[in-house]
Nanobody
Framework: QVQLVESGGGLVQAGGSLTLSCAASGRTGSYYYAVGWFRQTPRKDREFVAVLDWDDRYYIESVKGRFTLSRDDNKNTVYLQMNSLKPEDTAIYYC????????????????????WGQGTQVTVSS
């Protein structure tokens, strides 16, 4: 089972940028996993944001053009670059690892993921 450590959150002004990191460890390399990103606020259930598998990147509509997924295989790390941040993006962000699925819809459900990071707070001030 892969273990994930998330970092990079913080406080930024609206329009600013943050890069979140999700570092994987354990015997199984991150190559065998897709990495999804979710966010959660006290008002809302955990919301799918984006997922990176080895062929495709998927984003929810509200973050398209602003958030970008990338990975560094040598570091077993996935990055979520967040630009043009809005107050509505304020949440605790979690990365999570899932097996590779042929159906993209499988990545949308939190129950598809085997391992979760501890979460990192992103706060966007207006």
């Amino acid at each position: 089972q892969v273990q994930l450590v998330e970092s990079g959150g913080g406080l930024v002004q609206a329009g600013g940028s943050l890069t979140l990191s999700c570092a994987a460890s354990g015997r199984t390399g991150s190559y065998y996993y897709a990495v999804g990103w979710f966010r959660q606020t006290p008002r809302k259930d955990r919301e799918f944001v984006a997922v990176l598998d080895w062929d495709d990147r998927y984003y929810i509509e509200s973050v398209k053009g602003r958030f970008t997924l990338s990975r560094d295989d040598n570091k077993n790390t996935v990055y979520l670059q967040m630009n043009s941040l809005k107050p509505e993006d304020t949440a605790i962000y979690y990365c999570a690892a899932a097996p590779l699925f042929s159906d993209r819809n499988d990545y949308l459900a939190a129950t598809s993921y085997n391992s979760w990071g501890q979460g990192t707070q992103v706060t966007v001030s207006s």
